[in-house]
């Protein structure tokens, strides 16, 4: 079946902008969850979402929002662009219970510029 | 902040050698995973580990998990170029991802022909 699929691959924008970035999840998985990966920070996580519901976010400031569907397709936004936020953003899917594997999207490339 | 943490960051061996990394980690998990990173791609899901577990094994992949230690092993038996890539481990101390997968900084694999 088809994996996590993220779209767009890669875009570039603007310090300023806003930016959307969509994610469909693995076929049955409920859980879909974003992390945010550079090169000096790592990958860090943003939030998760389980049946439209935020269940946690990380440590991320509230220029970074997200949303899911009642498909659980989701998407995140990031307001107020900054060069900091130049970034691979990873998506990933699970059933969303304990021990399921997570299963990650090969990410949106995002330059900010 | 980051709880795993993989030992060595870099590591260069001869193909159909075996590679050995490591993860540590801070507080109590429920399950513990491995994931390998190709350059700028997403995160492939290797093997899950629970926290009751002490060894698992997949193909060329050993995995094993000292509770009491609070580290995980990863071995990739007879290496090829194909393995060349960034390895990391996350912890998932929530269960179902809700709090986020933690990732350490990866080890980069070099697989020399």
């Known amino acids: 079946k088809a994996g996590v699929t993220q779209t767009p691959r890669y875009l570039i924008k603007t310090r300023g902008q806003q930016v959307t970035l969509s994610c469909s999840p693995i076929s049955g998985h409920r859980s879909v969850s974003w992390y945010q990966q550079t090169p000096g920070q790592g990958l860090q996580f943003l939030f998760e979402y389980f049946s439209e519901t935020q269940r946690n976010k990380g440590n991320f400031p509230g220029r970074f929002s997200g949303r899911q569907f009642s498909n659980s397709r989701s998407e995140m936004n990031v307001s107020t662009l900054e060069l900091g936020d130049s970034a691979l953003y990873l998506c990933?899917?699970?059933?969303?219970?304990?021990?399921?594997?997570?299963?990650f999207g090969e990410g949106s490339w995002l330059t900010v510029v | 902040s980051q709880q795993g943490e993989e030992d060595p960051q870099a590591l260069s061996i001869q193909e159909g050698e075996n590679a050995t990394m490591n993860c540590s980690y801070k507080?109590?998990?429920?399950?513990l995973q491995w994931y390998r990173q190709n350059s700028g791609r997403g995160l492939v899901h290797l093997i899950l580990i629970r926290s009751n577990e002490r060894e698992k094994h997949s193909g060329r992949l050993r995995v094993t998990l000292d509770t009491s230690k609070k580290s995980s092993s990863l071995l990739i038996t007879a290496s090829r170029a194909a393995d060349t890539a960034s390895y990391f481990c996350a912890t998932d101390y929530s269960g179902g991802g809700a709090d986020g997968l933690t990732f350490g900084k990866g080890t980069h694999l070099i697989i020399q022909p």
């Open positions: 990933a899917s699970s059933l969303g219970q304990s021990a399921n594997t997570i299963y």
């Open positions: 507080t109590s998990i429920n399950n």
